[in-house]
């Protein structure tokens, strides 16, 4: 189970990318508000380290620059 767990938060984390790199959000806040409409309940567990949460935030502000 703990296999499959972890392939969710994967492909919970691509999906956040995804968000972030298509330059309609401003933040990992705002990327985590548009993951849990879209469905992904636990997009705060994903999303949780400060690692992720700056990459989120990163291809945000990449892709607002374009």
Known sequence: MMHSE???????????YVLAESGRYDGAHAV????????WPNAGLALQS??????????CLAAKAH
């Open 6 to 16: 972890d392939g969710r938060l994967q492909a919970l984390r691509a999906r956040a």
């Open 32 to 39: 985590e508000r548009a993951l849990v409409a879209e469905g």
């Open 50 to 59: 400060s690692y992720t949460r700056k990459a989120i935030s990163e291809r």
